[in-house]
């Protein structure tokens, strides 16, 4: 696939210009980002055609946001929904893009005369610190873990991007030493390929697995898309990469990258910043190291230091893959000037965030087990539902599936088929599936291997209403795990991965009362 360039300059000179400019918003959405681009353009002046496929009856919520907003004034503002005009992005003299909209082959955005993106316009006008998170798995999670240390410690700091939080929202309230902490998905990334305006002070790229392959078709492109976080810095800056294997099969094509042998390999070799690694080998950057008693700590170690610091030790979150998650947040918090000590304390303290390893209910069954339950909605890729599998050090009743994204079910197959208690793996004592066609691919691996498994079921209710029959039945341990970690999307089930969780937590707080 040929990458769409966009060009260095902008529709706009400065921030003043956009007053009076005819600006085109292609997607309001629901998770905040459109909302925020029109609040955005509003209070600065230019006048405003909100466009979106989607009817106004399933944007409603959104809408009752802008318009009951008494100070916003909502004059120039034009709806289009259920539709887009080809008129309205040729006469724009700047589309605002919606991330999830492919530019190529689009009739519309082929007439727009200029493109951007709430991302290109905050990066162009604003020169604070950036630390831009990217990866395949465990960069929300991140992000949320690096921004509550720096808030911790007394900076004056913001979360935005694709946690669905536009940097538009806080355009206003950030300076030059203002630090401001993004998670890009690829598909932001892409849209700032050739603008020249991400020059993040620290990036990291979390695990790469096999992820959007229905969008991209292949690894190379899809992971060219991760590569342009590091592509502009420079030496005063840090790239942090994993130190580790990639999944066998998915690592760089040695015909177009010939010895590099993993993807992280391949992107310190190209980054032109200081680069560190993590993973679980003394390495020149982060890892993790065992202690004697069993106890996992974290260590760091730059280029200027003697020996190493200890910046992770306990902590409150689950998972062996959230201690990766927060060793990369204590390593950029120590390179924000936060002592070693100060940041284990601090990550020791981080609970986590909602849809992702969340914990909200408990309920005791009528033969005494105490179930507590779990939401991993954000859990999207196979591997970040069989690592919530593992999480707990014990056997979970795991509820899983949804929508195929073109990926491999391989890593989540394994755990539910051939799991070894010896190896430190454990296969999961109660399977629910949830309909779907990642659902689909699954099936005849656990039906090959004679795995137990109830449904697939077409609603949220019906799987959790034959769950708390079960339990109420069944003879369980004093103490359960029940996590809802999908493995895959359920779009046609719902409108998208917070969705999801907000109905299955509200389910199981209605159900298991």
């Not at 940097?167 to 892409?190: G, K, M, N, R, Y």
């Not at 229905?214 to 990469?241: C, H, P």
């Not at 010895?259 to 190209?270: H, I, K, P, Q, V």
């Amino acid at each position: 696939m040929t990458a769409h360039i966009y060009p260095r300059q902008c529709a706009f000179k400065s921030i003043e210009d956009i007053k009076g400019k005819k600006v085109t918003i292609m997607g309001l959405g629901l998770n905040g980002g459109g909302e925020a681009a029109v609040r955005f353009f509003v209070n600065k002046g230019a006048h405003v055609t909100i466009t979106d496929m989607k009817t106004e009856q399933q944007l409603a919520a959104t809408i009752d946001h802008l318009e009951n907003d008494p100070k916003l004034n909502m004059e120039n503002v034009i709806w289009r929904l259920g539709e887009h005009r080809i008129e309205d992005f040729a006469n724009a003299d700047c589309v605002i893009k919606n991330p999830g909209v492919k530019i190529e082959g689009n009739k519309f955005l082929a007439a727009a005369k200029a493109i951007e993106t709430d991302l290109s316009i905050f990066l162009r006008f604003t020169d604070c610190p950036i630390i831009a998170v990217t990866g395949s798995k465990g960069k929300s999670s991140t992000v949320s873990a690096i921004y509550y240390g720096l808030k911790e410690a007394g900076f004056k700091a913001f979360l935005g991007g694709n946690i669905t939080v536009s940097p538009l929202t806080f355009f206003d309230q950030v300076s030059s030493d203002t630090p401001v902490v993004i998670e890009f998905s690829s598909w932001q990334l892409a849209d700032l390929r050739g603008r020249g305006v991400l020059r993040p002070h620290i990036s990291i790229i979390t695990k790469i697995v096999p992820d959007h392959q229905n969008w991209y078709g292949n690894m190379e492109d899809y992971v060219a898309d991760k590569r342009l976080i590091y592509a502009d810095q420079t030496q005063g800056d840090y790239s942090i990469f994993d130190a580790e294997g990639d999944p066998e099969g998915f690592g760089p094509d040695q015909t177009l990258h010939p010895g590099a042998d993993t993807w992280g390999n391949l992107f310190a070799a190209e980054s032109k910043a200081s680069v560190l690694r993590y993973g679980k080998n003394r390495t020149l950057g982060a890892w993790q190291e065992k202690l004697a008693d069993g106890t996992i700590i974290g260590k760091v170690l730059l280029p200027q230091m003697a020996e190493p610091e200890i910046i992770m030790k306990e902590l409150s979150v689950p998972g062996e893959h959230m201690k990766t998650n927060v060793l990369n947040a204590a390593l950029v918090m120590y390179l924000m000037g936060i002592p070693a000590a100060r940041c284990a304390e601090i990550c020791g303290r981080w609970q986590g965030i909602d849809h992702r390893l969340q914990y909200f209910h408990s309920w005791e069954s009528p033969k005494g087990s105490k179930v507590r339950f779990y939401n991993d909605s954000c859990a999207t890729v196979p591997e970040a539902s069989a690592a919530a599998s593992q999480a707990f050090g014990k056997s979970v009743i795991l509820m899983t599936g949804g929508t195929d994204k073109g990926l491999e079910l391989a890593p989540l197959a394994r755990i539910l088929t051939d799991a070894k208690k010896d190896k430190g793996e454990f296969p999961v004592k109660g399977l629910y599936l949830l309909e779907g066609t990642a659902t689909d691919k699954l099936l005849p691996q656990l039906d090959e291997k004679k795995i137990c498994y109830f449904g697939p079921f077409g609603s949220l209710e019906e799987l959790l209403l034959t769950a708390k029959k079960n339990l109420e039945e069944g003879d369980f341990e004093k103490d359960e795990v029940f996590v809802f970690s999908p493995g895959a999307t359920s779009f046609g089930m719902f409108l998208n991965e917070f969705d999801r969780g907000n109905k299955y937590m509200a389910a199981v707080k209605e159900i298991f009362k």
